[in-house]
C-alpha cells in the first residue's frame, strides 16, 4: 500500500477544526436563543421577581391580618347578640318552646298509655270460623305499633313516648322479627306507648283508627294483648339522643 501524502493530512485538520468552530458558534446562538426566551426580555441576573413574590407574600399577610381582625370582631358581636336574648324573657320563653316541641325536654301531664303484647305461642282460634292462626298472626308487627303512635299524634298529644324513649320528628318504629329497633335500641315484647295529651282526645283517635280496629279483630280472634290506661299524671323524658339525620341501608 502507498504512503499517505503530508498534504492530505493538513488538508483533513483544516477541515475538521473549522467544523469545530461552527460547532461552537452553534452552540453559542442557541444557548443566546434559550436564555432570551427564558428572560422573555428580563435580566435574569436580577432578583426583581423575588422581590415581586416578596411583596404579595406582604401583601397577602396584611390582608389575612385584617380578615382576622374582622372574624374577631363579628364574632364578639355575635356573643354580645347571644346573651341578650339570653336575658330577654320573650326570647327565653321562646327558646324553651322550641325545646319542648323538639321533645328536648321533659313532659308532665295528663294521658294514655296503649300496651300491645303478643299471643301465647299456643294460641288457636278464638271465635268459631276462624281460621287457625300462623306464626304472623300471633306476634306484633311495625304498622300495629306505628298504628298507635300516628292514632295518638292525630289526637293531640304534645309528646309521645315508645318503651322508654320519647320521640322525636325524626324517630322511625321498626321492627326486625318479633323485636323492636327504635333508635339504636333493640326491644321485645310488650311494647308500651305514652302519650301526653287530652286523654278523651287520645282516647278517640285511637278507636276511630281504622288500622287499630284491624289489629283489635286479631286481638279477639287470637289473643293478642291490647289494653289502654288512661292516667291524671304521666312523666315522658326529653329525648337524649343524638339529633343528626342519618341513612339507614335497606329502609
Known sequence: MPPRRAG???SGIRIVGRALTCAVFALAGLLFYVSAQTARGTDLRTDNSLLSLGDVIRQRSSQNQQAQAQLADLQARAQDLTEQQANSPADAAQLDGLRRGAALEPL????LTVTLNDAPPNATARIPGVPEPGVNDLVIHQQDIQAVVNALWRGGAEGVQVMDQR???TSAVR???NTLLLQGRVYSP???VRAVGRTDALR????ADPDIRNYLQYVQAYGLGWKVQESGDLTLPGYSGTVD???VAGQ
Open 175 to 177: 321492627c326486625v322479627g
Open 8 to 10: 492530505t493530512r493538513r
Open 204 to 207: 278517640a283517635a285511637v278507636e
Open 190 to 192: 310488650p311494647y308500651v
Open 108 to 111: 308532665q301531664g295528663g294521658g
Open 245 to 247: 339525620l342519618r341513612s
Open 167 to 169: 320521640l322525636t320528628s
